[in-house]
C-alpha cells in the first residue's frame, strides 16, 4: 500500500522548486523563506520522516502544493507547460543519477562539504548558492539531458540569478530522490492523478 501523502509531499518539493526557478527567470526574485526550505532540503540527507526534509511543516509546501494542483490540471501552454517540463525533466536526471553511482557518491562527498562551510557562511549567502550551483553543473547536467530554463534573457544572463536556478534545480532532483524513495513513480503521474489531486487539496484545506 503506497503512502501518497509522502508521496504528494515530495512531489510538492519538486514542484516547489521548478516554481521558484521559474519566478527567477521571470521576475528576477522569488520568496526567500521559500528558497531557504527548497535549499536547506539538499541538508538531510537522512531524515527520520519525509516532512522533515521540508522544515517539518506541511505549510512550508503551499506553493508547491498549488502549483502541483496546476501541473495534475496542466495547461498545454504558457507557465503551466513551463513547470511540467521542468518536474518532469528532474525526474529523468534523477532516473540517470540513481543509475550512476559514481556521480552519487560524488554528490553525497560534495554536500558532506557544503556542511562544513555552512559553519562559516549563511544557507542564502552567495557563497553557499554558488557552492550548490557548482554541485549541480559539475555532477548533475552531464547526465543529461540538459533543463532548458525559459525566462526573461536579461535576468537569465545575470550570474547571481543563474547559481541561484542552478542551485533550486539540485534541490528539485533532491525531492524528486525522495519521491523515489518514498514509492513515486511515474505510473501515478499517468494513472494516479486523482490520488495525488485529491491528498494534495486534503492538505492544502488544512491551512
Known amino acids: 500500500m503506497k503512502n501518497y501523502l509522502d508521496i504528494t509531499l515530495a512531489l510538492a518539493g519538486i514542484c516547489q522548486s521548478s516554481m521558484l526557478v521559474q519566478h527567477l527567470a521571470h521576475q528576477g526574485q522569488c520568496d526567500n ?12 540527507l537522512n531524515p527520520p520522516a519525509t516532512l522533515a526534509v521540508y522544515g517539518g511543516r506541511q505549510a512550508n509546501l503551499k506553493l508547491g502544493l498549488e502549483s ?5 490540471n496542466a495547461s498545454r501552454t504558457g507557465p503551466g507547460a513551463e513547470l511540467t517540463r521542468y518536474t518532469l525533466s ?19 562527498q560534495r554536500i558532506q562539504q557544503l556542511d562544513r562551510q555552512l559553519a562559516h557562511f549563511d544557507l542564502l549567502s552567495d557563497t553557499i548558492i554558488n557552492a ?17 530554463v525559459t525566462g526573461t534573457p536579461a535576468l537569465l544572463q545575470n550570474p547571481q540569478i543563474q547559481a541561484k536556478i542552478r542551485a533550486l534545480l539540485l534541490a528539485g532532483i533532491r525531492s524528486a530522490v525522495l519521491w523515489k ?7 501515478q503521474l499517468m494513472f494516479g492523478r486523482d490520488r495525488l489531486f485529491k491528498q494534495a487539496r486534503q492538505i492544502l484545506a488544512q491551512f
Request: charged residues 20%; hydrophobic residues 50%; proline residues 3%.
Open 181 to 187: 524513495q518514498v514509492g513515486g513513480g511515474r505510473l
Open 68 to 72: 502541483m494542483i496546476s501541473l495534475l
Open 90 to 108: 528532474l525526474m529523468v536526471l534523477e532516473r540517470k543519477l540513481n543509475n550512476n553511482k559514481t556521480a552519487l557518491d560524488q554528490l553525497a
Open 132 to 148: 550548490m550551483a557548482s554541485i549541480y553543473v559539475d555532477i548533475i547536467s552531464p547526465l543529461g539531458p540538459r533543463i532548458q
Open 33 to 44: 523563506e521559500l528558497l531557504e526550505i527548497s535549499l536547506r532540503s539538499l541538508l538531510d
